[in-house]
């Protein structure tokens, strides 16, 4: 159950702010305030994900 | 009526403790389904039934029902079954009716937990149960209890998620400010159904949970990785250490207490929970002081997120139109465990999942 199957989201919640730091399974990463609209955004996977980049 | 989060089906679930199950009868439900529990007379080996005879819905767990050997003999008309369930004897009668059976569960002892598959037998599979080798492996010592709460389990797996509520509920056992304080990293492995949740903090108050049982003074590097392995097994990765004492360049960790707080989060019925509680530790695995003192004081712990979740589930049942929440940066662990039991509640209601 444990060993995992590579598809992992991850969310870092940026020290000394109030931000939140998602990148998708597929490198996509996104910036919100919000948990619920982080998981919508990830979950919408590839929809409206944008590259890196595009979020500076 | 408050929210209630839908039982998923086809999952493994811990219905019991190894210890718990014995000759006695052992009643327990488990996502609404009823059981009764024993082990046979010469192997041990656990057997799980459907707690209702099939002839007046009797509960086998009940007395004066009792066992015969490896049979159990219903305690109203002596309707009798075996291990599988098939009935094997009927008061007065030579011809047993063909229908005379009770359901039997595909249940795994393991890591001291007895675990029952809910759902399709067919599709058990004992591969997909979660390891807590920590409550059952030597060099580790377990206290353990279990307490039911009258609560949507749902409410149990995000009390779990969020640790924050250390620091307010369980100020001055196991909460400081820094739990609330310290931002937290989330980590969903979809495919697994696998959520991890770690909370790094480097320079923390030291609880009295830990402060009186490891015997540390003054402030500590205290990790809380959560890993929650959906639907049932929670286990809390806890290391603590003396401020700024890392694990060594090669891995090892000699100079931390390294505790395992374990939780199968095992949904009983509608509003119902079986709150399975251990904590298992690899420091002073000799000294019984310390041993009760664990015993004692997460007992207090578990019963603080009792009391609460009890008040919480009459609270949001008098809700009268229903309600919103409202959530934050600290709820990002809960949220996708939510997520991610809404899916196997999807996946174990699918027909087609039988010909898997």
């Known amino acids: 159950m444990s060993g995992g199957t590579g598809e992992v989201y991850r969310v870092d919640w940026v020290p000394g702010t109030d931000l939140l730091h998602g990148t998708c399974h597929c490198g996509r990463e996104h910036r919100a305030e919000d948990p619920v609209r982080m998981w919508e955004w990830m979950l919408a996977h590839p929809q409206g994900h944008r590259l890196p980049e595009d979020d500076s | 009526m408050p929210h209630m989060t839908a039982f998923a089906r086809n999952q493994w679930y811990v219905a019991a403790y190894s210890h718990e199950v014995g000759r006695e009868l052992l009643g327990r439900s488990v996502c609404g389904e009823t059981l009764v529990l024993y082990r046979t007379e010469e192997e041990g080996t656990p057997v799980v039934l459907h707690d209702r005879c099939v002839h007046r819905r009797y509960p086998l767990s009940q007395a004066p029902t009792r066992l015969d050997g490896d049979r159990i003999v219903c305690g109203y008309h002596g309707f009798t ?5 098939t009935c094997v004897y009927v008061p007065g009668q030579k011809r047993i009716p ?3 059976r009770v359901a039997s569960y595909p249940v795994v002892e393991q890591d001291s ?3 029952v598959w809910i759902g399709d037998p067919e599709l058990a599979d004992p591969g997909g149960i979660p390891r807590a080798r920590h409550l059952d492996a030597p060099g580790w010592v377990t206290v353990r209890g279990m307490e039911p709460i009258d609560c949507d389990y749902g409410l149990l797996v995000d009390n779990l998620l969020d640790l924050s509520h250390e620091t307010y509920l369980h100020g001055g056992y196991i909460g400081t400010p820094e739990v609330a304080e310290t931002p937290i990293t989330t980590e969903v492995d979809e495919g697994a159904g696998v959520v991890r949740v770690s909370r790094r903090m480097d320079d923390a108050e030291c609880p009295p949970f830990y402060a009186r049982s490891t015997g540390i003074e003054g402030r500590i590097t205290r990790w809380q990785d959560i890993e929650y392995q959906a639907p049932c097994l929670y286990v ?3 290391r603590v250490a003396p401020v700024g004492v890392l694990p060594r360049p090669d891995g090892s960790d000699p100079d931390a207490f390294h505790t395992e707080v374990t939780y199968a989060i095992t949904p009983s019925g509608d509003g119902t929970v079986y709150d399975f509680w251990a904590v298992s530790r690899d420091w002073a695995t000799d000294d019984e002081e310390v041993t ?3 015993r004692a004081s997460n007992h207090t712990v578990v019963m603080q997120d009792v009391d609460a979740l009890n008040l919480l589930q009459r609270t949001l049942g008098t809700e009268r139109h229903g309600y919103q929440e409202l959530s934050i940066n600290i709820d990002t662990g809960g949220l996708a465990a939510r997520r991610i039991l809404a899916r ?12 898997r």
């Not at chain 2, 079954?81 to 369930?85: H, L, Q, S, V």
């Not at chain 2, 196997?344 to 010909?355: D, N, Q, R, Y």
């Open chain 2, 81 to 85: 079954y075996d291990t599988t369930g």
């Open chain 2, 98 to 100: 063909r229908t005379a």
């Open chain 2, 113 to 115: 937990l007895i675990w």
């Open chain 2, 236 to 238: 809390l990765h806890s």
């Open chain 2, 292 to 294: 009760e003192f664990l």
């Open chain 2, 344 to 355: 196997l509640v999807e996946e174990g209601a699918k027909p087609e999942e039988k010909v």
